[in-house]
């Protein structure tokens, strides 16, 4: 039988001891008292002589647990026990067999024993500390942990696992400083430096992981985990010069490794270096014709310059090679909607979603497409669908309010909808605007101004909502302020006919 527990424990220091280990035979004070003399005088102290058949016991117990016999073992321990209870050393034995046999509880009560013998004998205290750990209980781990931590002040290993408790237990201060404190001490121990590195981000103090990482890096200059894990967290921290820089040093290390390139790729299509994105991943779709990343993130590249026929024509190609991929046909269907093509939009996202019923993103657009075109039981139906699978997605809920509000239908829906959008993201602009038009279609004008002027306030420069000010402040006769703002709208908008038309009329 195997030990169930997580380190083996091993029997042959106490056998084979040699004969020391009859006089080192450790022992409670005020235990029960082994067989000794009659006589009643008082005598100088003498050495602690032991019971012979707690010995026998204690010996066969030995044998049978170096043999996996941990059932007979323990039965043997408890015979000795009937004879000596003062003997740490067979508490001990007796722990580790009922951790053995997989009973913890008696294994721990066993080991407690052993260190109200021998408080001093640090193996009894870890296997407990272990146990503990292992079995949830932490709280009494982190106590005994700490006892050992201060006996072994320079043990790592020990500094470790007292570590390990103080995270399991939401100490993550008291990890960190254990960590840096372990490396300090020794600076070879990077793998401290890693912990440390972990911890930061679970504290989500990424200045402070940067700080670990470069040291890691500057240390172990060659190590490609290290050095990835540094470009993620630049690009955590939107620093993606620095992801960049840092991924060619990956590729340069492992030049013949392909995902290392595709993530340079990747990288460079998110950053501003738009030349060397470009340059970058024309060469790789020649190089790999079949790297599907590639494409994608040459097509996002184009969308993110606003270069739409552009990424249209290269879908297009895209589309040649990868027929009816969800993901190119989600891009083409963008483009066409950005250029407010929205008649050619719609086909390629249908066929999107027909491929991925459930995929959040096309429901999206296609319900907004929908909304564009004037299907509105197409796109109430779709949104009424995202909303049920995705309750809390406000995206949805802010355009689902919006349209029923531009439309003047199921208002009160419609607010019940914007409200919990904002209750997720309560200075979003957008959602801002969305209340306050609601409220303009139901006649509340001072209290849509309210929320319409929040939302400037937060984003300035959106015609639409300077537009919703100058038809608010029309309602409440403020016709030179409407004018103002229709202008301002204007001048964001030029091509904008309604708001050319509102400045001739109104």
Same mark, same amino acid.
């Given at each position: 039988?195997?030990?169930?527990?997580?380190?083996?424990?091993?029997?042959?220091?106490?056998?084979?001891?040699?004969?020391?280990?009859?006089?080192?035979?450790?022992?409670?004070?005020?235990?029960?008292?082994?067989?000794?003399?009659?006589?009643?005088?008082?005598?100088?102290?003498?050495?602690?002589?032991?019971?012979?058949?707690?010995?026998?016991?204690?010996?066969?117990?030995?044998?049978?647990?170096?043999?996996?016999?941990?059932?007979?073992?323990?039965?043997?321990?408890?015979?000795?026990?009937?004879?000596?209870?003062?003997?740490?050393?067979?508490?001990?034995?007796?722990?580790?067999?009922?951790?053995?046999?997989?009973?913890?509880?008696?294994?721990?009560?066993?080991?407690?024993?052993?260190?109200?013998?021998?408080?001093?004998?640090?193996?009894?205290?870890?296997?407990?500390?272990?146990?503990?750990?292992?079995?949830?209980?932490?709280?009494?781990?982190?106590?005994?942990?700490?006892?050992?931590?201060?006996?072994?002040?320079?043990?790592?290993?020990?500094?470790?696992?007292?570590?390990?408790?103080?995270?399991?237990?939401?100490?993550?201060?008291?990890?960190?400083?254990?960590?840096?404190?372990?490396?300090?001490?020794?600076?070879?121990?990077?793998?401290?430096?890693?912990?440390?590195?972990?911890?930061?981000?679970?504290?989500?103090?990424?200045?402070?992981?940067?700080?670990?990482?470069?040291?890691?890096?500057?240390?172990?200059?060659?190590?490609?985990?290290?050095?990835?894990?540094?470009?993620?967290?630049?690009?955590?921290?939107?620093?993606?010069?620095?992801?960049?820089?840092?991924?060619?040093?990956?590729?340069?290390?492992?030049?013949?490794?392909?995902?290392?390139?595709?993530?340079?790729?990747?990288?460079?299509?998110?950053?501003?270096?738009?030349?060397? @994105? %470009? /340059?970058?991943?024309?060469?790789? #779709?020649?190089?790999? *014709? &079949?790297?599907?990343?590639?494409?994608? !993130?040459? $097509?996002?590249?184009?969308?993110?310059?606003?270069?739409?026929?552009?990424?249209?024509?290269?879908?297009?190609?895209?589309?040649?090679?990868?027929?009816?991929?969800?993901?190119?046909?989600?891009?083409?269907?963008?483009?066409?909607?950005?250029?407010?093509?929205?008649?050619?939009?719609?086909?390629?996202?249908?066929?999107?979603?027909?491929?991925?019923?459930?995929?959040?993103?096309?429901?999206?657009?296609?319900?907004?497409?929908?909304?564009?075109?004037?299907?509105?039981?197409? @796109? %109430? /139906?779709?949104?009424?669908?995202? #909303?049920?699978?995705? *309750? &809390?997605?406000?995206?949805?809920?802010? !355009?689902? $309010?919006?349209?029923?509000?531009?439309?003047?239908?199921?208002?009160?829906?419609?607010?019940?909808?914007?409200?919990?959008?904002?209750?997720?993201?309560?200075?979003?602009?957008?959602?801002?605007?969305?209340?306050?038009?609601?409220?303009?279609?139901?006649?509340?004008?001072?209290?849509?101004?309210?929320?319409?002027?929040?939302?400037?306030?937060?984003?300035?420069?959106?015609?639409?909502?300077?537009?919703?000010?100058?038809?608010?402040?029309?309602?409440?006769?403020?016709?030179?302020?409407?004018?103002?703002?229709?202008?301002?709208?204007?001048?964001?908008?030029?091509?904008?006919?309604?708001?050319?038309?509102?400045?001739?009329?109104?």
């Amino acid at each position: 039988m195997q030990s169930s527990i997580k380190r083996p424990f091993s029997f042959l220091p106490i056998l084979f001891g040699a004969l020391p280990f009859l006089s080192s035979f450790s022992n409670c004070a005020g235990g029960k008292p082994a067989i000794s003399s009659t006589s009643t005088e008082i005598a100088s102290p003498q050495p602690k002589s032991y019971d012979s058949q707690a010995l026998e016991h204690f010996m066969a117990g030995e044998s049978f647990a170096l043999q996996g016999d941990y059932a007979m073992a323990a039965l043997e321990y408890q015979d000795a026990l009937q004879y000596d209870t003062t003997s740490a050393t067979i508490y001990l034995s007796l722990g580790k067999t009922y951790l053995n046999l997989g009973k913890f509880d008696r294994g721990a009560a066993a080991l407690k024993k052993a260190i109200q013998c021998n408080s001093s004998d640090p193996e009894a205290r870890e296997i407990l500390a272990q146990v503990l750990f292992l079995t949830g209980k932490t709280k009494e781990a982190q106590r005994e942990y700490e006892i050992l931590a201060r006996e072994r002040p320079n043990d790592p290993e020990i500094q470790f696992q007292i570590a390990a408790i103080y995270l399991k237990n939401n100490q993550p201060d008291r990890a960190l400083k254990i960590y840096t404190t372990v490396f300090s001490t020794d600076s070879s121990r990077l793998d401290a430096l890693e912990k440390a590195t972990e911890v930061a981000f679970i504290q989500k103090d990424f200045k402070q992981a940067a700080k670990f990482f470069d040291i890691l890096i500057k240390r172990a200059p060659d190590n490609i985990d290290y050095i990835k894990g540094r470009a993620n967290l630049a690009i955590m921290n939107g620093d993606l010069n620095t992801a960049i820089d840092l991924s060619k040093q990956v590729l340069a290390l492992d030049p013949q490794n392909f995902a290392n390139r595709e993530r340079l790729g990747d990288i460079l299509s998110r950053s501003d270096r738009f030349e060397e @994105a %470009d /340059s970058y991943l024309q060469m790789m #779709i020649e190089s790999y *014709p &079949d790297s599907l990343n590639s494409y994608e !993130n040459l $097509a996002m590249l184009f969308i993110r310059q606003e270069r739409y026929s552009d990424a249209i024509d290269f879908l297009r190609i895209a589309l040649e090679k990868f027929t009816n991929s969800p993901i190119f046909l989600m891009l083409q269907g963008s483009c066409y909607f950005s250029l407010k093509n929205y008649a050619l939009a719609e086909p390629p996202l249908a066929t999107a979603l027909q491929a991925v019923p459930k995929n959040i993103q096309a429901q999206h657009m296609l319900a907004n497409v929908w909304d564009a075109v004037g299907k509105y039981d197409l @796109a %109430d /139906s779709l949104y009424n669908e995202i #909303i049920r699978d995705n *309750p &809390d997605d406000d995206v949805a809920l802010n !355009n689902h $309010a919006y349209s029923l509000a531009v439309r003047g239908v199921s208002l009160k829906k419609a607010l019940n909808m914007i409200s919990r959008a904002l209750q997720k993201e309560p200075e979003n602009s957008s959602y801002l605007d969305t209340k306050g038009w609601i409220l303009y279609k139901l006649g509340k004008f001072q209290e849509a101004l309210q929320w319409v002027e929040k939302s400037l306030g937060t984003e300035n420069e959106n015609s639409e909502v300077l537009e919703h000010l100058g038809d608010i402040h029309q309602s409440l006769g403020n016709r030179e302020k409407a004018q103002e703002f229709y202008e301002r709208a204007l001048k964001i908008d030029s091509e904008n006919e309604r708001l050319k038309q509102k400045l001739v009329t109104e």
